[in-house]
């Protein structure tokens, strides 16, 4: 067994014999288990009015290491090789604006990377409404700009939208999105279920929600 020391609460994601903590990198089957292999920099340094808040949110599979920062302007994330502390690529919203929280859950699966941005404003900047998923490919020739959007399917014009894209997972071309704080006929939370590969890939093919659905629980906010 090996113990990782870490002085505060910090995000995780494991592929194979390597873990990810907040900005670190380890291998289990090194030598030296508990020291990191590399440290995750920031490059370029971020445009963070409130702070940084690097390693946020944390993801990884095959050679990606993806590392959030989601008080770098409206939220940044960082996709680095496993080889190297510097990024090969940074991703940002397509529509930033300050107080927004792009990155604040992300998740990646071979080339797609899924980033939910459950605070993004609609329709100008009186307050957050209509949150946002965005699904981008890092084999494409540009991989800043998403090559799908999803949007809470029920959004009724509420402040901050049920909170979708709280939560988001995603297998092969499977994606999960979490909606903790939908309550719209009287459901406690839903999870909404993606398929790229299918003909509409920016319609959930199913719902899920809390069998015994209750006010005072929050179905959705943790997926896998």
């Not at 990024?87 to 940002?92: E, S």
Request: glycine share 12%; aromatic share 12%.
């Amino acid at each position: 067994m090996v113990t990782l020391g870490n002085p505060g609460p910090a995000p995780f994601a494991i592929f194979g014999s390597r873990i990810v903590v907040g900005r670190s990198l380890y291998d289990f089957r090194s030598a030296t288990p508990t020291v990191p292999i590399l440290g995750l920099s920031q490059v370029p340094p971020p445009l963070a009015l409130n702070g940084s808040e690097f390693g946020s949110s944390v993801a990884m599979s095959g050679t990606h290491v993806v590392v959030g920062d989601r008080f770098a302007g409206s939220g940044t994330l960082y996709v680095y090789n496993q080889g190297s502390a510097t990024p090969v690529v940074v991703l940002r919203s397509p529509s930033p604006r300050f107080g927004e929280y792009f990155g604040r859950a992300v998740a990646v699966s071979g080339n797609f990377v899924v980033v939910g941005n459950n605070l993004e404003f609609e329709g100008g900047d009186s307050g957050p409404g209509a949150a946002r998923v965005y699904v981008f490919d890092l084999s494409r020739a540009d991989p800043t700009i998403p090559v799908l959007t999803l949007s809470n399917p029920n959004f009724d014009g509420a402040f901050e939208s049920d909170r979708f894209g709280t939560a988001v997972a995603i297998s092969d071309k499977r994606v999960v999105v979490g909606a903790y704080s939908e309550r719209e006929g009287g459901k406690s939370g839903s999870a909404y279920f993606y398929d790229l590969g299918g003909l509409n890939p920016a319609v959930p093919v199913a719902t899920l929600t809390r069998p015994d659905p209750s006010t005072n629980y929050y179905f959705g906010s943790s997926v896998a």
